[in-house]
């Protein structure tokens, strides 16, 4: 592997990201056996060792493959097997099979990042420009990746009755119930969205900044606690057509709804499954894995609604997005009582009313990575912030995240909103 010194200063900030960002992958499945790694529990969740290869995969196929003369693939017929979505890249194995893939081996798949870590190490301080740019592209994908990884990981294990814990938590230390919610008038008439020109890194999704239009309005300073939540399953919440979307209340009735996602009554406490496995639900702590139905029914019983992505953009521009309870390393992550003071980023991502559909003079870039974002922009919603899963940097205040409406694996939570 090329040493670091010498090159320019980019490609050395670029380098030490890249070594950073691949090594938090491997210390987030330490604790994984090779059948830990390998089970899919559900079609929109991937096994462990997928995103270990898919990631990799994404590093080989968009710079080494197309920016590396000579440059052999580690086994031509694992892009098949480690292709996401990517039509321009042909055929790929089916997504809800994913969990079948008994081979390659975790130790094979670790030995192909090594194998794609140590090409791309070594030619990274000459690559062209662009193809930094996609270096860089691949981290911020694969951190994603590390979320969904940790997503994924806490659903495969939901359904072990056994209900393991990956991490043992440390021992909880009461917290005082944060006060009642503080309003911040918000910023009303044009502000300017989206992601500035001066950021060093953003998906495409983010742009083109341009103005939108925001009415008198009111957004929370924290988001919403297990506590208020628990107050409404107890009000009836679930039960109650009139808080509810006309989608959001079928489903509430097909899946048998009547809590967040993890969450048991046992006895006359609320518990919850967590990557520290099961414990009491904290009141003080943030709600989270519930879904935009659920966030807009609970909104409705509040007598608020949600905020618009820009509402939120508009707010939270002032707040550092690398403040908060966020992934630094390896270890149990969950939300964690406010210490005080208004908050935007960590804990949870905060579901918005707004339809993730595209900025004005949005296009997406030219070839395979131009799929990024640009074809999901279909019946999802934008969640705003970061989760205490999501690696701290990976976010600011222009970051879209999407997701369905019905969909609550992910640290999904809520922050009201109200018309002035
Ligand atoms: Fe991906």
């Known amino acids: 592997m090329r040493t670091e010194t010498g090159s320019a200063p980019a490609s050395s900030a670029l380098g030490a990201?890249?070594?950073?960002?691949?090594?938090?992958?491997e210390a987030l499945v330490r604790p994984l056996s090779d059948a830990d790694a390998t089970i899919q529990s559900m079609d929109d969740a991937s096994p462990a060792k997928w995103h270990l290869a898919h990631t990799t995969w994404f590093f080989e196929t968009f710079v080494l493959r197309d920016h590396v003369p000579g440059y052999a693939l580690h086994d031509d017929r694992w892009p098949f097997l480690f292709n996401s979505y990517y039509e321009a890249e042909g055929q790929r194995h089916a997504r809800p099979r994913r969990g079948m893939l008994s081979r390659p081996s975790l130790d094979e798949v670790l030995a192909y990042r090594a194998y794609v870590d140590a090409a791309l190490a070594d030619v990274?301080?000459?690559?062209?420009?662009?193809?930094?740019?996609?270096?860089?592209?691949?981290?911020?994908?694969?951190?994603q990746h590390q979320e969904l990884l940790l997503t994924d990981i806490l659903h495969h294990f939901s359904v072990n009755p056994l209900e393991p814990a990956v991490w043992q938590g440390a021992p909880k230390v009461p917290v005082a119930m944060p006060g009642p919610v503080g309003w911040i008038e918000g910023r009303a008439g044009l502000v300017q969205v989206g992601v500035p020109s001066d950021s060093t890194f953003s998906f495409d999704c983010e742009g083109p900044r341009h103005q939108a239009l925001l009415t008198p309005h009111a957004i929370a300073d924290r988001t919403v606690t297990n506590g208020e939540w628990a107050a409404f399953i107890a009000d009836g919440g679930y039960r109650d057509p009139r808080h509810w979307l006309s989608d959001g209340w079928a489903w509430v009735k097909s899946e048998g709804i009547e809590a967040p996602l993890y969450w048991r009554r046992d006895g006359d406490v609320w518990t919850r499954f967590g990557l520290d496995g099961r414990r009491p639900v904290d009141p003080a702590a943030p709600v989270t894995h519930v879904s935009?139905?659920?966030a807009d029914a609970y909104a409705s019983w509040a007598g608020a609604r949600l905020p618009s992505e820009f509402e939120w953009e508009a707010a939270a521009s002032a707040f550092d997005p690398a403040s908060g309870n966020q992934l630094d390393a390896a270890g149990p992550v969950e939300p964690r009582p406010s210490t005080g003071g208004p908050a935007f980023f960590g804990d949870v991502w905060e579901w918005t009313g707004s339809a993730f559909r595209p900025y004005p003079g949005f296009r997406p870039v030219e070839g395979a990575v131009g799929e990024y974002n640009g074809k999901f922009m279909s019946g999802q919603f934008v969640l705003r912030g970061s989760s205490c899963a999501t690696p701290r940097g990976h976010s600011r205040a222009s970051y879209r995240n999407f997701f369905y409406p019905?969909?609550?694996?992910?640290?999904t939570g809520v922050r009201l909103a109200k018309d002035l």
């Not at 990274?124 to 951190?143: F, K, M, T």
């Open 292 to 294: 935009f139905f659920e």
């Open 406 to 411: 019905h969909q609550r694996w992910q640290f």
């Open 124 to 143: 990274l301080p000459d690559l062209p420009p662009a193809a930094q740019a996609l270096v860089l592209l691949g981290c911020n994908h694969e951190e």
């Open 17 to 25: 990201k890249f070594l950073r960002t691949r090594a938090l992958s």
